[in-house]
Each structure stands twice: as structure tokens, then as C-alpha cells.
T-cell receptor, first 114, second 113 residues
């Protein structure tokens, strides 16, 4: 079982729909990242969060540390949001510290139709 | 401020040759991370470097792979005697300090014939 699991693996939506992508992790983490990988392959960092909620434009990310769960929401989805969305956890290491090494989920392929 | 730069963007090698992948972090960033994305698979951590130091190489294959980040110049990921299974996209990311947002380069697509 992967340390970071995403659902769904594939998501198809109509333009304007509200979208939720879920991420669960099984290890203790110091932060969780949400990334976007474009069809051309480039990767953009969307959020880094360790508690609560962050918002940027139509994107909202939340995290519940106790439940080891994070969600990425997209409001008023648009075809240009079509991409692979990846959550990545920054785990604590054996020494109780944490550094930038990331453990990735498998990604959610989002397709938004006009 | 230029983003993270990687070159080459595409690299074709025959089995047994060496591959050298370069990563120039964003200006002011002294932390570099290398990740590999095999075909139809997710990203996997390979190595984390600071200037002149390897901090964590737990994701590097034991043989043929090495990485460096010298005082001057780009970070280099070196793969000796490449095999077909090395075909993948190799991404580097940089951050100004540890535990901060990582900025990704465009990746190098390595194809081993």
C-alpha cells in the first residue's frame, strides 16, 4: 500500500462544476503539497500546507492532520484546469526532523469538458 | 527571475552510454531535489542536495547513479551504462531553504535505445 493515496484516479467534469480531489496518507508528515502537472509534462506547485486551509483564485486546499487527509477543490472548473493533480507528503524522518524529501501520490487525471 | 532550468530537455542514449542531466536552480536557491517519473508511474524521490553536500540519497539506485551540486555551476545527475529501464522523465526542483515550496524544472526526458 502506498504511503500516499489519491482518489479518484480519473475524474471527468463539465465546465463550471465543483471538483474535489482527495489525498490520504499513512505516515506522520510536516507538510503536504499539491502539484499540477500539465499535459506537456511541466509541474507547478499549487499549495504547501501543514494545517487548515489555503485559497488561491478558484483553488482551495484543506488538510486535517488528525485524520491524515487533504482535499483539493476547484470551483467553477474550466477546460484549462485539465491536468494531473498530485499530492505529495513531506514525512518526518526517523530522527524526528523533516526536510524537503517528498513522497508522491499516483496523481488524479482531471478532464474538464466545455 | 528565471525559473529552474534543466538541460537537455530530451536526451537519447544507447544502452551502455552515459547520461548527464543538468539542473540550474532558481537564483538564491541552494537546495536541489531530483525526482524520477517512470512511464505510467508516479514521481519518486531520488536525491536531495545542498551546495557541495548530499543530504539524502535514499532514493538513488545503488549502482550507476550519482549526483552532485558543486559550489559553482549546476547540479548534475549522472547515469552510467544506461539501460532501457532508465528511460523516464527526470525532474529537479529547488527551494531557497529546506521545507519550503519547491519549484520544479521542465524535466529531462531520457530515452534509452
Amino acid at each position: 500500500k502506498n504511503e500516499v493515496e489519491q482518489s479518484p484516479q480519473n475524474l471527468t467534469a463539465q465546465e463550471g462544476e465543483f471538483i474535489t480531489i482527495n489525498c490520504s496518507y499513512s505516515v506522520g508528515i510536516s507538510a503536504l503539497h499539491w502539484l499540477q502537472q500539465h499535459p506537456g509534462g511541466g509541474i507547478v506547485s499549487l499549495f504547501m500546507l501543514s494545517s487548515g486551509k489555503k485559497k488561491h483564485g478558484r483553488l482551495i486546499a484543506t488538510i486535517n492532520i488528525q485524520e491524515k487527509h487533504s482535499s483539493l477543490h476547484i470551483t467553477a472548473s474550466h477546460p484549462r484546469d485539465s491536468a494531473v493533480y498530485i499530492c505529495a507528503a513531506r514525512p518526518w524522518n526517523a530522527g524526528g526532523t523533516s526536510y524537503g524529501k517528498l513522497t508522491f501520490g499516483q496523481g488524479t487525471i482531471l478532464t474538464v469538458h466545455p | 527571475n528565471a525559473g529552474v532550468m534543466q538541460n537537455p530537455r530530451h536526451l537519447v542514449r544507447r544502452r551502455g552510454q552515459e547520461a548527464r542531466l543538468r539542473c540550474s536552480p532558481m537564483k538564491g536557491h541552494s537546495h536541489v531535489y531530483w525526482y524520477r517519473q517512470l512511464p505510467e508511474e508516479g514521481l519518486k524521490f531520488m536525491v536531495y542536495l545542498q551546495k557541495e553536500n548530499i543530504i539524502d540519497e535514499s532514493g538513488m539506485p545503488k549502482e550507476r547513479f550519482s549526483a552532485e551540486f558543486p559550489k559553482e555551476g549546476p547540479s548534475i545527475l549522472r547515469i552510467q551504462q544506461v539501460v532501457r529501464g532508465d528511460s523516464a522523465a527526470y525532474f529537479c526542483a529547488s527551494s531557497p531553504r529546506d521545507r519550503e515550496t519547491q519549484y520544479f524544472g521542465p524535466g529531462t526526458r531520457l530515452l534509452v535505445l
